[in-house]
């Protein structure tokens, strides 16, 4: 069946690293765009960053541009985010998506908790 299971969140200090990654089975993982969302407390879901299927291109959201970065390997099916600079502000449940190009085929993640905090 198909599965993207989320792996290296875990509590920093700020101004710390982290390195998400993202593993896909069950579906033809290069025909996918992926992206990584987050889910702070008491907030709406919201996208951090995208990659196209051969990685050409990718975009982040303002509050992240310049730490964060994304990245994939589409041999071992995985999509990864390098976290740099971590801020206090960017604790929150981060989720990997697979969006089919051209169809409304999606498949999400369950998530992985980061939580930056001294």
């Known amino acids: 069946q198909v599965q993207l299971v989320e792996s290296g969140g875990g509590l920093v200090q700020p101004g710390g690293s982290l390195k998400l990654s993202c593993v896909g089975s069950g579906f033809t993982f290069r025909y996918y765009v992926m992206k990584w969302y987050r889910q702070a407390p008491g907030k709406e879901r919201e996208l951090v960053a995208g990659i196209t299927i051969d990685g050409g291109r990718k975009n982040y959201a303002e509050s992240v541009k310049g730490r964060f970065t994304i990245s994939r390997d589409n041999v071992r099916q995985k999509v990864y985010m390098q976290m740099n600079s971590l801020q206090v502000e960017d604790t929150a449940v981060y989720y990997c998506?697979?969006?089919?190009?051209?169809?409304?085929?999606?498949?999400w993640g369950q998530g992985t908790q980061v939580t930056v905090s001294s």
């Open positions: 998506e697979a969006e089919r190009m051209g169809s409304s085929t999606e498949y």
